[in-house]
């Protein structure tokens, strides 16, 4: 399984973006990147996920290396309420969808 | 479109006794997932099903914990006798094949 490694906690200051890094290098070229983020008492939430190509929703993007090994979820204008456990986990690819969560990056906006 | 369902919401409990939590998937979801977080950490995967069999429950304490799913459908994780450590967060989720999981809310158990 690909495992993800991601810095145990990061600042950012509030209407600013918010770019938080993960690094993949064992995965395959057929997995993909996911993200959650998980409020404190809350369920984790789904936020995006790419393969290959950047990606953008109404969320958050996603820029991916071109050698997959690492990638970067931007925020792009942070508030309180992104204050959260940002998870990235690489979705194992078989007859079984697995995700497995590491301990994920702690993100404080600040105002 | 629902979410996915779960109660209660918190319980807590003494050590030795037992404690069932009831998840009910998003609708049309084969895949459903029983998750553990314990405090400061990630979600931990305790048991996996696609439909109403068993596909991955390589993490789950089986001396202890039990799950099942009737029809495909709801599930049910039981925890007998509770120690503890078993003072967590059990969330579920539910998911298409091969598609993103949608986690519910949790059930928060404390076991004094």
């Known amino acids: 399984d690909a495992k993800t490694t991601q810095p145990p906690s990061m600042d950012c200051a509030e209407g600013r973006a918010a770019n938080l890094p993960c690094n993949h290098s064992?995965?395959?070229?057929?997995?993909?990147v996911y993200w959650y983020r998980q409020i404190h008492s809350q369920g984790p939430q789904y936020i995006i996920h790419g393969l290959k190509n950047n990606e953008t929703n109404e969320m958050a993007s996603l820029i991916i290396t071109e050698d997959r090994k690492s990638s970067t979820l931007i925020l792009p204008h942070a508030t309180l309420r992104d204050t959260a456990v940002y998870y990235c986990?690489?979705?194992?690819?078989?007859?079984?969808?697995?995700?497995?969560f590491g301990s994920g990056t702690k993100l404080n906006v600040k105002p | 479109e629902a979410g996915v369902a779960q109660s209660p919401r918190y319980k807590i409990i003494e050590k030795r006794q037992s404690v069932a939590f009831w998840c009910n998937p998003i609708?049309?979801?084969?895949?459903l997932y029983w998750y553990q977080q314990i405090l400061g950490q990630g979600p931990k995967l305790l048991i996996q099903?696609?439909?109403?069999?068993?596909?991955?429950d390589s993490q789950l304490p089986k001396d202890r914990f039990s799950a099942e799913r009737l029809k495909g459908v709801d599930s049910t994780l039981k925890i007998q006798p509770a120690k503890l450590e078993d003072s967590a967060v059990y969330l579920c989720?539910?998911?298409?094949?091969?598609?993103?999981?949608?986690f519910g809310e949790g059930s928060w158990l404390t076991v004094v």
């Open positions: 986990i690489v979705r194992v690819r078989n007859n079984f969808n697995k995700f497995y």
């Open positions: 609708s049309g979801h084969a895949t």
């Open positions: 989720a539910s998911s298409l094949v091969q598609d993103t999981i949608y």
């Open positions: 064992t995965i395959s070229g057929n997995e993909y």
């Open positions: 099903f696609q439909n109403n069999g068993v596909v991955d």
